[in-house]
DNA sequence: ACGGATCATTGAAAAAGTCAACGATTGTTT
DNA sequence: AAACAATCGTTGACTTTTTCAATGATCCGT
């Protein structure tokens, strides 16, 4: 690693016509921001993806580990590393699906719940610095966006 | 990743207060987009990181290896990856640095630039769909407020 | 000219992703 | 109701990607 990185840069090839793919935008801005929510989640023993499976465990919607692949864009055997990782931290647990008991919904445990109101602070608190080139307001609009252009 | 499945989900986990995540919210458009663009660029044998390579290469401004790193968010010895094989195909070749012999610019062939025309008009079209939940301004917006994101 | 830093490159190790198969369960067809 | 195909979570094998340290060549500051 660099001894001091605190400078930033301008890349001068950010000038060029490929500046301004969405492709290339995306992954250059998950890409530097993922390095850093690992970062700020690694106090407390999570990262970027394990946080996500936490949150929605702790979201009361009881999902299932089939949902959370969907969702989270995971293959199925990803999503039981993670959950047996968190698990296994006694932060969420398995529970049989209720109408189907092939399928295991994820719940947090009050550990779990606990753990996560910390790390989200920390998370929230890092992602505003991410975007501290934008204003609230362009901060909500990017985020209506990635939604928009998610589900419509 | 995820089933082969192109439906339009709308997943009744997009409610959860994570659903307006920013760190998830690039995750999962830059997921389902790569999935996109290096099926659309399969055509012209590129993917995603090959493209862009080939791109700043035929931009003129003549990157060195580790400008094109330190732009795609890449390790240099992966950029020596996707040169040698854009450059065993003739798309782009190795030039010595100008001002510095170490390094090494990435200047397209003829056959590279007729290469990425075709390729950049597929991808193009491919980004269009992508983004067609966003009208034409929506389109536009999310382009600057990313761009301003990453540099201000 | 010397010493430390940076460039491209290599190769090895670690991590992440992909994929097919399995038992258990569900829904569907006959 | 019995047979059948499909789905869920899980496992294990396999491939790809990422990460990292080491190297020779070259640059820069002193």
């Known amino acids: 690693m660099g001894p001091q990185s605190t400078e930033v840069e301008t890349p001068r090839l950010a ?3 490929i500046g301004s793919d969405v492709g290339l935008l995306l992954a250059k801005l998950h890409a530097t921001g993922s390095l850093l929510n690992n970062k700020a989640l690694a106090d407390y023993g999570l990262r970027e993806r394990s946080f996500s499976v936490l949150t929605l465990a702790c979201s ?13 864009s995971l293959d199925p055997s990803q999503v039981v590393s993670l959950v047996d990782d968190l698990e296994h ?4 647990k398995r529970a049989q699906g209720k109408q189907d008991r092939r399928a295991k919904i994820i719940v947090s445990t009050a550990e779990g719940r606990r ?10 608190e890092c992602e505003r610095t991410q975007l501290a080139a934008l204003s609230e307001e362009e ?6 966006l990635l939604k928009k252009a998610l589900w419509g």
């Open 139 to 144: 901060n909500v609009q990017l985020r209506a």
């Open 89 to 92: 931290r006694g932060l969420v």
């Open 15 to 17: 000038a060029a016509k």
């Open 115 to 124: 753990i996560h109101n910390k790390a989200r602070a920390g998370l929230e």
């Open 60 to 72: 009361g919607l009881e999902p299932t580990q089939r949902e959370l692949a969907d969702f989270l």
